[in-house]
């Protein structure tokens, strides 16, 4: 924050100093302004690009932050959008289709080991880490939003982005 006060520049001021006393009527000055006025944009350009870098780096690898960035982006009033980190759980082979023979699977009570088995539905929501859930009333690009994401994801991470 004390570092932002170094680039702090007023264009229009510092051209009106340069300017002697003797130059400095309306005419004068609305021209010099008009000469700095190109300074000006980039220079603020460059404070805009500043402060998204800033927010940027605020941004942690985790799920809470992630969700912050994007519902200040694309639903900054209501922040509907939600992200929902799935647990991990492998499937089980029974049996390969090429062998079309089920295995029966069965434990003793006295065993103490429960077994959950889950369809191929169930297990094919874990081909990902997270679920991105957006409000069907959001307008939004989807390959915006992804670009969006993957500027914050970890590259090995996985999602799907859901209607809801």
Same mark, same amino acid.
């Given at each position: 924050?004390?570092?932002?006060? /170094?680039?702090?520049?007023?264009?229009?001021? #510092?051209? @009106?100093? #340069?300017?002697?006393? %003797?130059?400095?009527?309306?005419?004068?000055?609305?021209?010099?302004?008009? =000469?700095?006025?190109?300074?000006?944009? =980039?220079?603020?350009?460059?404070?805009?690009?500043?402060?998204? @870098? &800033?927010?940027?780096?605020?941004?942690?690898?985790?799920?809470?932050?992630? *969700?912050?960035?994007?519902? &200040?982006?694309? !639903?900054?009033? =209501?922040?509907?959008?939600?992200?929902? +980190?799935?647990?991990?759980? &492998?499937?089980?082979? =029974?049996?390969?289709?090429?062998?079309?023979?089920?295995?029966?699977?069965?434990?003793?009570?006295?065993?103490? /080991? @429960? #077994? %959950?088995?889950?369809?191929? +539905?169930?297990?094919?929501? $874990?081909?990902? !880490? $997270?679920?991105? *859930?957006?409000?069907?009333?959001?307008? $939004? &690009? @989807?390959?915006?939003?992804?670009?969006?994401?993957? /500027?914050?994801?970890?590259?090995?991470?996985?999602?799907?982005?859901? #209607?809801?």
């Amino acid at each position: 924050m004390a570092l932002k006060r /170094i680039y702090r520049v007023r264009w229009n001021k #510092l051209a @009106t100093w #340069l300017l002697p006393v %003797v130059l400095r009527h309306n005419k004068m000055l609305a021209l010099v302004k008009a =000469l700095v006025a190109p300074m000006n944009n =980039l220079y603020q350009r460059f404070i805009d690009y500043g402060n998204d @870098t &800033d927010y940027r780096i605020g941004i942690a690898l985790s799920a809470v932050h992630l *969700q912050r960035a994007l519902n &200040d982006k694309y !639903d900054s009033t =209501l922040r509907r959008i939600r992200i929902v +980190e799935l647990m991990s759980k &492998d499937g089980i082979a =029974l049996f390969q289709r090429e062998e079309n023979k089920p295995q029966v699977l069965y434990t003793k009570i006295s065993e103490g /080991i @429960t #077994l %959950v088995l889950h369809s191929k +539905e169930e297990t094919a929501g $874990f081909a990902v !880490d $997270f679920i991105v *859930q957006v409000p069907k009333a959001l307008l $939004f &690009d @989807t390959k915006e939003m992804r670009a969006y994401i993957d /500027i914050f994801k970890m590259e090995s991470k996985t999602y799907i982005i859901e #209607l809801k």
